[in-house]
């Protein structure tokens, strides 16, 4: 029997609420050798009470020595093996504004930028437009038309970040990026990597065709690249597979969209600690399960900056301080990666866990939350997808395997 | 996506230099209860600096209670699952005394071995006849001649070890081991384990008996016995896997062949400090990757002499301590199995581990590199096929997974 099987099968409902607190990028390194981590030189005292009063552990979200992107980071901590469930970023993309899919459309992520009149690239994020002309853009390119019964639609995501939208009979988005990844060189044309995709990435050449067209008078963003073509295809949903209801809380439409791709219902919260709480506790008056997601901990490790990203996971402790004043019965916290400051980037490392509920065992270590003590925490190393297994059964929402 | 495939889909390129250090058996167990191994009894400041700055743990090289031989130990630290990927003794021998097989060759590890008048055999390893011997002998069989469009080919190995390579078309190596693995009793005939290996173990009882007439005035060594039949099958390269440039410094056949079988340069050293170091010197002239391979903790352990065990492990310390004068940016320290001097034999337990590179987390124990303090290291408990991707990541050879 395979693991969404099992789960599924064993599925028991119960009255308990659960936060899932995914503090992105929480796992770090210390600056030199026998230093702190982020996480450990960090004021956390809410997260320390509660691996202390809980169980800890060491999570690899998906093998040893990978490091995740978002997608897979956080498919893993909804129970889905990483290597076998695949979402495309154009397909989190779209799902993550709203836009309704349905199964069968192909979606791809938009880069507005600058091309050089020689038509190579000259800024690959048009100068980093604000939202407010990325937006101007996107309904601008929402006109296009492709005709032959195929439905093209865009939105926008984020200042230069968009997506497309096509629906028409027998598509396949097997389509490779026409980002370059570089600057003084032309887009690549869109090229179907397999022969089904070739309708798929003749829409691609005439959508980019006339996008380029509608946007030549523009100084900054007078081209578009387009990268993770994907086909849209439900995944099963959260609520049928573990028999909750689930809510996500997130302030990215990136991580809108993976809680979109697994059925929950999205609440679009701004950037700041009062709205996470105050959309949390409207969303658990008639949910049971919180995803909350917090990023900036994660955009700080990108940076580089060690004593920011301390910064960050403090206001995440102070954010679930106040998180637990709407009464969950089970609380975890982890990432859906590693982001050390020194490492600039997403890492391959373990990431700290810890589960809160009813029923936890005494970890080896009381030095609170940090990625040295959970080494010898009660839940021991862990892979992504073990994690939510966990919090239903602390949730009591597991039922016995077998007589 | 198998893990084959996914980390040959995400090998990365990168000016790094890895040594990948192979100390065979080096897992051990205390004399006593409550006592040391000898890792922990051994003085070996190189080891316990590199553990305290990087990061251990321990590795499970197959499964569970599974003691490894020496092929499945090398494949599953150079990323094969053992279970799945096999090569025979044969095929490992001919390998490793740089015979040149071909795909479909069928391979024999051959041992010169004692008959009585009657046919029975006295001594299973001839009396132990030393190489020069035994390399005489090898070459007298070497004229054999089967016939019917069949090369048969005899190198020597060591001492009393020889290969022979069968070449023709569609052999199949499924064939029994002829060693009875006992004296005063018969050899076996050659015993095809599928139909499809008639061909090749009627080849193999031909050769037998050409064997016993070329040697029938021999005192000491006047028959042979076969085993580890195979046919060659190439694995995946190293190279191409990881986009490294592997090569191999080892003093024994055996480790030579499992380097070869995955496409490493070997260079053959003398059993010596100054030959491993000298040899690796000259190898990381056009290579980036180091497998070096020193076995006599290995021999000691078998001997069941404690303290012969602890000497060599001072010694692998000593040659490691020379090593890291060739500037790498990443060292990694384990066996290919445990071989504790009470046990005598390669055994199950797991072995110690340890990576030093520039992004560590620190374990939760400052004592140095033994089997105790690995248990609370920060790469927690491995799989064998772990290690390499761990390396390779903090080398900077592994690019991110999805978006």
């Given at each position: ?89 154009g397909?989190?993309a779209a799902l993550g504004v709203g836009f ?7 979606a791809a992520r938009i880069n507005f ?12 994020r048009a100068?980093r437009i604000g939202s407010e002309v990325g937006a101007a853009l996107a309904e601008r390119l929402d006109r296009i ?8 639609t865009v939105r926008h995501v984020k200042g230069y970040r968009a997506c497309v939208v ?45 996008a380029?067209?509608?946007l ?5 963003a007078?081209?578009v ?27 990215y439409p990136m991580?809108r969209g ?10 679009a ?135």
């Amino acid at each position: 029997m395979d693991r969404l099987s099992l789960y599924r099968s064993l599925a028991r409902p119960a009255d308990t609420r659960i936060l899932y607190y995914v503090v992105d990028g929480i796992g770090g390194l210390p600056p030199g050798a026998g230093g702190k981590t982020e996480l450990e030189a960090a004021a956390t005292p809410t997260f320390d009470r509660l691996a202390n009063e809980g169980s800890t552990g060491l999570v690899t979200p998906v093998a040893a020595g990978v490091a995740p992107g978002s997608g897979p980071g956080h498919l893993a901590l909804f129970g889905f093996d990483p290597l076998e469930t695949t979402v495309g970023r154009g397909v989190l993309a779209a799902l993550g504004v709203g836009f309704d899919l349905r199964p069968g459309d192909v979606a791809a992520r938009i880069n507005f930028c600058t091309l050089d009149a020689d038509g190579t690239v000259a800024d690959r994020r048009a100068g980093r437009i604000g939202s407010e002309v990325g937006a101007a853009l996107a309904e601008r390119l929402d006109r296009i038309d492709l005709g032959s019964g195929v439905e093209c639609t865009v939105r926008h995501v984020k200042g230069y970040r968009a997506c497309v939208v096509f629906r028409g009979d027998g598509l396949d988005g097997r389509v490779a990026d026409t980002d370059p990844q570089a600057i003084g060189v032309a887009p690549l044309a869109p090229r179907a990597l397999d022969p089904a995709a070739d309708t798929a990435a003749g829409l691609a050449r005439a959508f980019i065709a006339a996008a380029v067209a509608l946007l030549a008078d523009e100084e900054d963003a007078n081209g578009v690249l387009l990268r993770g073509f994907d086909t849209y295809v439900p995944l099963p949903s959260f609520a049928d597979l573990y028999g909750v209801k689930p809510a996500a809380v997130a302030a990215y439409p990136m991580y809108r969209g993976v809680a979109r791709a697994v059925g929950m219902t999205v609440f679009a919260a701004e950037d700041t600690v009062e709205s996470r709480v105050d959309l949390t506790r409207t969303a658990m008056q008639d949910h049971d399960f919180a995803f909350v997601h917090f990023k900036a901990t994660d955009s700080r490790g990108e940076d580089g900056d060690f004593d920011a990203k301390v910064e960050q996971i403090e206001i995440a402790d102070q954010t679930l301080a106040r998180l637990l004043e709407l009464d969950f019965d089970v609380v975890m916290v982890t990432g859906d990666h590693s982001t050390p400051a020194t490492y600039r980037a997403h890492s391959w490392h373990p990431v700290p866990v810890l589960i809160h509920g009813p029923h936890c065992r005494a970890n080896a270590s009381r030095a609170g939350f940090g990625e040295t003590a959970c080494i010898t925490g009660a839940l021991g190393p862990l892979r992504g997808t073990d994690v939510l297994p966990l919090v239903l059964a602390q949730a009591g929402r597991i039922r016995k395997y077998g007589a």
